[in-house]
């Protein structure tokens, strides 16, 4: 995988709608308990040009993955 970068590999799983892949690194980002200790390209952040790439998976699993992240997240609102 020499040459390849992270943002290259989550394309990769996009096109290929492995959501196995993209589930661990979604889990691994967020520390989400795993029974295996993440490697690369799991150990990178996902990033905003990759949560873009998004769009290349079926609009259902897209939608699915964005539900994912946005459970791991805590969220912070305030009035003003």
């Known amino acids: 995988m020499e040459g390849l970068t992270a943002s290259d590999m989550w394309s990769y799983y996009c096109l290929h709608m ?14 989400v308990e795993t029974a295996s200790v993440p490697t690369w390209p799991m150990t990178e952040p996902i990033s905003s040009d990759m949560l873009a790439e998004l769009h290349k998976c079926p609009a259902r699993l897209a939608d699915y993955l964005l539900d994912r992240l946005a459970g791991c997240v805590s969220w912070e609102f305030t009035v003003q």
């Open 18 to 31: 492995d959501l196995d892949q993209i589930v661990g690194w979604i889990d691994a980002q967020f520390s």
